[in-house]
T-cell receptor
Framework: KQEVTQIPAALSVPEGENLVLNCSFTDSAIYNLQWFRQDPGKGLTSLLLIQSSQREQTSGRLNASLDKSSGRSTLYIAASQPGDSATYLCAAPDSSYKLIFGSGTRLLVRP | DVKVTQSSRYLVKRTGEKVFLECVQDMDHENMFWYRQDPGLGLRLIYFSYDVKMKEKGDIPEGYSVSREKKERFSLILESASTNQTSMYLC???????????FGSGTRLTVV
């Protein structure tokens, strides 16, 4: 059974800092891994989708990596800004294609 | 871009009412999902559907039903709303794997 874990649960950094969010999963036979952003009271916005055959994906200041052998993914945010403050969720599908979510990392970027 | 539209951002309903939450996607996705999200409990899957007129129970289906009469529309039904169904409800859709999910903006339901 797929389980997804995220650490840390919360993170507070000064503006401009580079940071890494961590995601681990138990079943390495995943189809893909997806990173989402959620602002308070809002839905989930997809940031990056990494297919199982890929090692990383980049979008602007965001870079996500995938290491299936170790069961880990990281989301790297370069030059963080106050507007990056949100909850970040990673998710991977289980064997029946249902998405399994981590509990999220709540990020605060201080001006 | 794929768009998933949830008909209401905020709803307030009375205990015992029948409540319909509507979700429409515009990119011919086969799969559609309903989640609820509560503080400390994360996202929990209520029901999902892989095709028209097809439905599968998720992790917490009790008190809910769904309808998928057309490919683009997936409705969540609370037969008799209760206060413990006060929550944020999120709809999502996807093509068959290995493609990702797209979520709607959510419906905040309050049952009083």
């Amino acid at each position: 059974k797929q389980e997804v874990t995220q650490i840390p649960a919360a993170l507070s950094v000064p503006e401009g800092e580079n940071l890494v969010l961590n995601c681990s999963f138990t079943d390495s036979a995943i189809y893909n891994l997806q990173w989402f952003r959620q602002d308070p009271g809002k839905g989930l916005t997809s940031l990056l989708l990494i297919q199982s055959s890929q090692r990383e994906q980049t979008s602007g200041r965001l870079n996500a990596s995938l290491d299936k052998s170790s069961g880990r993914s990281t989301l790297y945010i370069a030059a963080s800004q106050p507007g990056d403050s949100a909850t970040y969720l990673c998710a991977a599908p289980d064997s029946s294609y249902k998405l399994i979510f981590g509990s999220g990392t709540r990020l605060l970027v201080r001006p | 871009d794929v768009k998933v539209t949830q008909s209401s951002r905020y709803l307030v309903k009375r205990t015992g009412e029948k409540v319909f939450l509507e979700c429409v996607q515009d990119m011919d996705h086969e799969n559609m999902f309903w989640y609820r999200q509560d503080p400390g409990l994360g996202l929990r899957l209520i029901y999902f559907s892989y095709d028209v007129k097809m439905k599968e129970k998720g992790d917490i289906p009790e008190g809910y039903s769904v309808s998928r009469e057309k490919k683009e529309r997936f409705s969540l039904i609370l037969e008799s709303a209760s206060t413990n169904q006060t929550s944020m409800y999120l709809c999502a859709s996807s093509l068959a794997q290995p493609y990702g999910y797209t979520f709607g903006s959510g419906t905040r339901l309050t049952v009083v």
